[in-house]
T-cell receptor, first 114, second 117 residues
């Protein structure tokens, strides 16, 4: 079984500052990793995904994440945040050859302060 | 055009009532899901259908019954509503984007907020 831990439930950051949202996972099999973003009163949308290849993946809105197998982490970063980045961010994992089921972390609320 | 649409967006009802939430996707995806998001924003899968066939049925009370009349629709019916059913219910659909069955990218609907009084 997989599990996903998002260590920070809330992250406040000033506009134009860098941010890192942490995600760790545990699994006994190979996994795929995802970050989804949920803006207020909306559904989730995909920010980026790691399936294979380069461990540094780039997503929409200037976000990127790095897969670190030895540390079982998939932290999300952005060098300079905007007010519009205020949202809930979810890390998720799925088994490479398992049922098509995503396991989500508990989310990190990013608040960008003007 | 909305890719995954759910209705209603808001639903307020009394305990003991029966209600349904409808979901439709126009993406041509084969797989559809229902997720429940509780008040602490935790997302948990409830059901997954692939080509109208039930694939995932997590530990959900049997008061919840999904129905998939075709692969573009997945409805959720809830009998005898309880206070603890209050949550936001998200429908999603997916396609496999890489090797392995787990390489699914989900497209979510906007959610249906259910409030049970």
């Amino acid at each position: 079984a997989q599990s996903v831990t998002q260590l920070d439930s809330q992250v406040p950051v000033f506009e134009e500052a860098p941010v890192e949202l942490r995600c760790n996972y545990s699994s006994s099999v190979s996994v795929y990793l995802f970050w989804y973003v949920q803006y207020p009163n909306q559904g989730l949308q995909l920010l980026l995904k790691y399936l294979s290849g380069s461990t540094l993946v780039k997503g929409i809105n200037g976000f990127e994440a790095e897969f670190n197998k030895s540390q079982t982490s998939f932290h999300l970063r952005k060098p300079s945040v905007h007010i519009s980045d205020t949202a809930e961010y979810f890390c998720a994992v799925s088994e490479r050859n398992g049922a098509n089921n995503l396991f989500f972390g508990t989310g990190t609320r990013l608040t960008v302060i003007p | 055009d909305t890719a995954v649409s759910q209705t209603p967006k808001y639903l307020v009802t009394q305990m003991g009532n029966d209600k349904s939430i409808k979901c439709e996707q126009n993406l041509g995806h084969d797989t559809m899901y229902w997720y429940k998001q509780d008040s602490k924003k935790f997302l948990k899968i409830m059901f997954s259908y692939n080509n109208k066939e039930l694939i995932i049925n997590e530990t959900v009370p049997n008061r919840f019954s999904p129905k998939s009349p075709d692969k573009a629709h997945l409805n959720l019916h809830i009998n005898s509503l309880e206070l603890g059913d209050s949550a936001v219910y998200f429908c999603a659909s997916s396609q496999v984007v890489g090797q392995g069955t787990g390489a699914n990218v989900l497209t979510f609907g906007a959610g249906s907020r259910l409030t049970v009084l």
